[in-house]
């Protein structure tokens, strides 16, 4: 099939500079880009959402090339933001860049033939100020920028010079691409579109050439909550921020409305084989669920690791098994002999993101320990509640920590 067919029919396609001139020219070998600034140490589930779709133009006979934004990094994006980035050091950049490119390579295999991962300070530092003014700057209308909603939306707040070139540095990424790599595609996040048309258009203008954008959908659950997002904090793709056990749970708990979007989006599962498991509804969805979950993990963290997390999954909810992929901390036996209040506990585990959210959570009737409810906000954890050197923390009726003694 056709890229552009494999794309759309699995939702991944929100809006597109030449539908048909995009689909005519996917039907030979092309070179697409998209790019990450390392604002972050670690990608999360709505970059994922981006790197299967790489991965579909990939298999399909498609270079990637991935940009890692050493550059733009340096500035920020101002898309979607009420204030201006907090800048980092540059050391810091170069750290996150480094994590994201190791992250990236679990999805889009590099090397020779293969995808490029390459970082825009390469070319971006090189530039001499005046000269870029003088031959990329006089193709930018900065009314038409200022139209853009996303500098539209901060003009209120105060927009800084700074932000007004990231811009026009992102569209000279991609004329560079085209340049040097022949480069024709650029996708990107829906709020990327006006920075993305603004390359499309930078070289028209410059080179006289035909290029193409396309973005994707920024999800929402069924329910409108934005996606990656949970009451413990964002969904990240690093194990050490976000575990495969905890990740597994995000899946296996989406709504029933968002199950076949999210496999067709975070599984490469044939689409007749997702029509056939999601024909159901209510507890009868409960094994596509499994499904959803164990795949988008598997992506994500490898076989083993989803395997351990469907296994310790299935073991909690049946009351028993092993359930050492599930996330734990350790306490020494002499803390737990003096006794730790339950609030420490969750808020050390982070199921609670404080001590005070933890009171709120056994008022509430949401905190237990080994299955049984906490009623007392000032209940104490000692050795008492070790069950075989360990103690099992829920919040609510899905999130689990271990406790475990040493």
Not at 126 to 148: C, E, T, W
Not at 203 to 214: H, L, N, Q
Not at 257 to 275: N, Q
Request: aromatic share 8%; hydrophobic share 40%; charged share 25%.
């Amino acid at each position: 099939m056709n890229a552009w067919d494999v794309l759309q029919e699995r939702g991944f396609v929100e809006q597109v500079s030449d539908e048909d001139g995009l689909r005519k020219a996917l039907e030979r070998p092309l070179t697409f880009y998209i790019g990450y600034d390392p604002t972050a140490s670690s990608l999360h589930t709505g970059h994922l959402l981006t790197a299967m779709a790489v991965t579909h133009l990939q298999r399909a006979g498609h270079r990637p090339i991935i940009i890692i934004g050493g550059g733009t990094g340096m500035i920020g994006d101002p898309t979607g933001r009420t204030e201006m980035r907090q800048m980092l050091t540059a050391e810091a950049i170069d750290e996150n860049l480094q994590a994201i490119k190791t992250q990236m390579s679990r999805f889009v295999p590099f090397g020779e033939g293969q995808a490029l991962a390459l970082n825009n300070a390469d070319w971006l530092m090189k530039l001499g100020y005046i000269p870029f003014l003088r031959d990329i700057g006089q193709h930018f209308s900065v009314n038409r920028m200022l139209a853009a909603e996303a500098y539209r939306q901060r003009l209120e707040r105060g927009l800084s010079f700074i932000e007004l070139n990231y811009q026009i540095l992102q569209a000279y990424d991609f004329l560079h691409l085209y340049r040097e790599h022949g480069c024709t595609l650029q996708l990107g996040g829906n709020d990327q579109w006006g920075n993305i048309l603004a390359g499309v258009d930078l070289i028209r203008r410059v080179e006289g050439a035909e290029v193409y954008a396309m973005t994707f959908p920024l999800l929402t659950t069924a329910s409108g909550a934005k996606m990656g997002k949970t009451a413990a904090g964002t969904v990240w793709v690093d194990a050490e921020l976000t575990s495969p056990f905890d990740y597994y749970q995000y899946w296996i708990n989406v709504e029933d409305a968002d199950v076949a979007r999210f496999l067709k989006l975070y599984t490469f599962m044939p689409l007749d084989e997702i029509a056939e498991l999601t024909r159901f509804e209510g507890a009868k969805l409960r094994p596509a669920k499994e499904v959803l979950a164990y795949e988008a993990t598997k992506v994500a963290h490898g076989q083993q690791a989803a395997q351990e997390a469907r296994e310790a999954s299935k073991a909690l909810f049946a009351g028993g098994g092993d359930t050492d992929a599930v996330p734990a901390i350790e306490v020494k036996q002499g803390e737990l002999a003096g006794g730790i209040p339950a609030v420490e506990l969750f808020d050390r585990t982070g199921l609670c993101r404080s001590r005070s959210e933890a009171r709120r959570l056994i008022q509430q009737g949401g905190a237990y320990i080994n299955d049984a409810p906490v009623d007392d906000v000032d209940r104490e954890i000692t050795a008492n509640d070790l069950h075989e050197g360990e103690i099992l923390l829920r919040a609510g009726k899905k999130r689990y920590h271990r406790v475990v003694v040493v």
